[in-house]
Nanobody, 132 residues
Framework: EVELVESGGGLVQVGGSLTLSCTAS????????IGWFRQAPGQAPGTGRE????????????AYASSVKGRFTISADNAKNTMSLQMSSLEPEDTAVYYC?????????????????????WGKGTLVTVSA
């Protein structure tokens, strides 16, 4: 059974840094993509989870939401089945529950997905709170 466990969330001040980690078990990193999605507190029902960043498992190619590009860095260690998200210059708008997600497929053109609709497995989430 695949399990994704996040760690590293917490309270940080505006402008601060935090690193989230995700450890996968029951799955060997081979292909597809793994990434981070987030959902802000009080979000309207049905709004869904925002894709923050994903990385291709086989080639390490990263993708970022425009709102975090230049501030967040995603990395994966396939040998250890772990993934990290280094977050810096944090803003109050980054406050959310961050979910680790595993997507086992690619689109028909071979590109990686980074969209909640294609997620095969979710972690339970870790809360990041950025205080002003």
């Amino acid at each position: 059974e695949v399990e994704l466990v996040e760690s590293g969330g917490g309270l940080v001040q505006v402008g601060g840094s935090l690193t989230l980690s995700c450890t996968a078990s029951g799955f060997a990193f081979h292909d597809g993509s793994i990434g981070w999605f987030r959902q802000a507190p009080g979000q309207a029902p049905g709004t869904g989870r925002e894709a923050v960043s994903c990385i291709g498992i086989s080639d390490g190619h990263p993708a970022y939401a425009s709102s975090v590009k230049g501030r967040f860095t995603i990395s994966a260690d396939n040998a250890k089945n772990t993934m990290s998200l280094q977050m810096s210059s944090l803003e109050p708008e980054d406050t959310a529950v961050y979910y680790c997600a595993l997507i086992l497929r690619r689109d028909p053109g071979g590109a990686y997905y980074c969209n909640e609709y294609f997620v095969d497995y979710w972690g339970k989430g870790t809360l990041v709170t950025v205080s002003a």
